[in-house]
């Protein structure tokens, strides 16, 4: 079985569970993913199957970069990712991998993508620091405070937590459930939120961190 | 459409009243008790309607016993069994929260004549 596969978020909705509870779920739609490399271990010193996604014009591909993409016959693709693989042998170059080869109702996925951009952002905003208050005479509203001691260690740590560029980084949510695999549509149902704007790229792949039933 | 609100859609209910804030309803909700379903009935004045595709919702409100009890519900949800509009009431907005200042006679609404 493939470990994962790419995808792109449509959005969120809800829709209600039997018993009438509300469930949230974002859409993701997955795949399909051509194998554009197989890595093995005495070539790359592991295993691994290259899959791309989201198809773009050839013209927009570098030549180096389509010449890689070429042996699959399938076009170009703007993103591609590496995943592993324990059955090996039944992917080949220019195989298509769809959602439900991949993915069972119920399973348990961890979604990465990249978070919506904030731009810089102060200390209450990105790190949850309360502040001080508004009004009442007080000069200390949103800064940091003191970053550090004096005489020692005379520096300021490092990782300290200081205002600065929030969002647009990797993120993975761990531990999100598929409510429904639709394999006509490619498209999947996750409950609960994903990193990312819509129409962003996002990896899924099966949990890691998995809670024993 | 896009395929997001055609996934909520597919969870819509079809049989609405087309009931509005004003209108007083009988709501009939499955409640669960252990392994067994029952029906319970809330009838009041709908103060409020909030129109968000798969995640409208309705508030009912009613005087039990001098207080005011105000519930949500999910329009699409199935645990609401059927709603049932009784009579259509005349009001001037859309959103009747001066209902919760009124009580007795000053809570009454108006009945529309059907022309």
């Known amino acids: 079985m493939i470990q994962g596969i790419l995808g792109k978020k449509l959005g969120m909705t809800q829709i209600f569970a039997s018993d009438g509870r509300r469930v949230p779920v974002t859409v993701i739609e997955a795949g399909p993913c051509v194998v554009l490399q197989k890595k093995t271990v005495d070539t790359d010193g592991y295993d691994a199957v290259q899959l791309g996604f989201d198809n773009k014009a050839a013209h927009r591909v570098s030549k180096p970069a389509m010449g890689h993409m070429k042996a699959a016959g399938k076009g170009a693709f703007s993103a591609l990712r590496e995943f592993s693989a324990s059955n090996l042998d039944d992917y080949a170059v220019g195989d298509e991998v769809t959602c439900e080869q991949v993915f069972n109702i119920g399973d348990v996925v961890d979604v990465t993508g990249t978070s919506k951009g904030k731009g810089f952002q102060g200390v209450i905003k990105r790190w949850n620091f309360s502040g001080g208050r508004m009004s009442h005479g007080s000069k200390f509203h949103r800064q940091p405070g003191a970053i550090g001691c004096s005489a020692w260690p005379s520096r300021v740590f490092k990782g300290k937590k200081m205002a600065g560029q929030m969002g647009n980084e990797r993120v993975t949510t761990q531990n999100l459930a598929i409510v429904d695999v639709r394999p006509e549509e490619n498209l999947i149902l996750i409950k609960g939120a994903v990193p990312g704007s819509r129409h962003s790229v996002v990896m899924i792949r099966h949990g890691v961190k998995v809670p024993q039933a | ?115």
């Open chain 2, 1 to 115: 459409m896009n395929i997001v609100d055609r996934i909520g859609q597919e969870h819509m209910r079809k049989n609405i009243p087309p009931f509005k804030a004003g209108d007083t309803v009988r709501v009939h909700v499955k409640i669960k008790e252990g392994e067994k379903e029952r029906i319970q009935i809330f009838q009041g004045v709908c103060i409020k309607r909030v129109n968000r595709g798969i995640g409208s919702t309705f508030t009912v409100r009613k005087v039990s016993s001098g207080v005011g009890v105000e519930r949500v519900f999910s329009l699409h949800s199935p645990a609401v069994d059927q709603v049932e509009l009784m009579t259509v009431g005349r009001v001037r907005r859309a959103k009747l929260y001066y209902l919760r200042k009124l009580s007795g006679k000053a809570a009454r609404i108006r009945e529309k004549r059907a022309i």
